[in-house]
């Protein structure tokens, strides 16, 4: 019997095809929730931020807040999910060549350079990372590309340069993608010894010659409106489940501008393991867009004269971020997987940072 839609891949959804005795799903609440807060949030300050101000500053501030995090996050969450769609009709063979084998170091270090390479936002490089998972890429390829990438885009790697100069940016750079490639390797190893469960979307290859391949297939596709407009809403669909974690994040961020001054956040943070200790706690709770964390690391290295806790407060962003524990347990579902990216990546952190600081104190 022929049918619209292919045998599914393990872990995806098909899309053309649903079952009569599948039960109908629930609302997300998580995401119908964040998504109606941050959007009224959003539209009052939009519309009406000068009869707010008169009748409650806290409120005005909240809202404000909602704002500039969208303002600064939404351009990423959009090319993430472009990116995210695009991924989607590419097979994971494809992934698995480019990327070279998954249990190998030089597949770690290939996830690792196009993780610093590729001009995401965090939120959208979360997004990416996840697509890579669900295409094959190993356990420890996703992590190094995932803990290389979020702040090393060229157009902020432009920007760090020009706020902190030259040299600490090419050794913020060296170090967050010695820690890639480090809990890249950690993460295969344990994969090997099963601590942690592999890939279930991992494909051999079998002699597949991607170039060739691609070029074949090119010849065949036909890009047209209906073929766009499916792709992008396969990206839309697919980035449900990380978008509105990001969106309870936007929701506590603004919370935390809204109550804690910008003055006091820096006070705390000097050159010292107590100033470290606040930094990594301060970036775990902080829900911030690459974007936004940049300008502060940099205050970090400029004014409170911790470089350390500059390079710490852009890595913990993703070492310790709810938004990416979270969105890793649900792509794996595992816990473990998702606990041991701190596990992992914090110690590594602390350490590269008390060496920055020493050369300061």
């Known amino acids: ?34 998504l109606i807060l941050v959007s009224v ?35 990423g969450l959009a090319l993430g999910m472009l990116f995210v769609g695009l991924l989607g009709r590419v097979p994971r063979e494809f992934v698995t060549a480019l990327l070279g084998k998954g249990d190998s170091f030089l597949g770690i270090v290939r996830a690792t350079f196009a993780g610093v390479l590729l001009d995401l936002c965090s939120h959208g490089i979360l997004l990416v990372a996840m697509r890579l998972y669900q295409r094959g890429a190993s356990l ?20 760090l340069i020009a706020l902190i100069g030259w040299n600490w940016t090419v050794l913020f750079i060296a170090c967050s993608m010695f820690i890639g490639i480090l809990s890249g390797l950690v993460f295969n190893w344990l994969e090997k010894r099963g601590t942690l469960p592999a890939n279930p979307n991992t494909v051999d290859l079998n002699g597949f010659k991607p170039w060739q391949e691609a070029k074949q297939r090119w010849g065949e596709s036909k890009f047209g409106l209906t073929w766009w407009r499916s792709m992008l809403w396969e990206g839309v669909k697919d980035s449900r489940m990380i978008v509105r974690w990001l969106l309870l994040g936007v929701l506590l961020a603004a919370a935390i501008r809204t109550f804690v001054s910008i003055d006091d956040f820096q006070s705390y943070f000097g050159a010292t393991m107590a100033g470290l200790g606040m930094t990594l706690v301060v970036a775990t709770l902080l829900e911030i867009c690459s974007e936004g964390s940049t300008p502060i690391a940099a205050d970090l290295v400029t004014r409170a004269h911790a470089p ?11 070492a310790t971020d709810y ?24 110690p590594q952190v602390v350490l590269f940072a008390w060496l920055m600081n020493l050369t300061v104190v």
């Open 1 to 34: 019997m022929s049918s619209c839609c292919p045998p599914p891949e393990p872990a995806e959804q098909t899309s053309c095809c649903s079952s009569s005795t599948t039960q109908k799903k629930r609302p997300d609440l998580l995401l119908w929730s964040t």
């Open 41 to 75: 949030g959003y539209l009052t300050d939009l519309f009406f931020a000068d009869v707010i101000s008169p009748v409650s500053m806290t409120a005005a501030t909240m809202i404000e807040a909602v704002r500039q995090l969208m303002d600064s996050m939404w351009i």
């Open 140 to 159: 420890g390829q996703v992590m190094a590309f995932l803990i290389a990438s979020p702040w090393n885009s060229l157009s902020l790697t432009v920007i």
């Open 308 to 318: 350390g806790n500059g390079f710490a407060f852009l890595m913990t962003g993703v």
């Open 323 to 346: 938004t990416e524990i979270m969105t890793l347990r649900e792509t794996t579902g595992s816990w473990k997987v998702a606990l041991f990216l701190p596990l992992v990546t914090v």
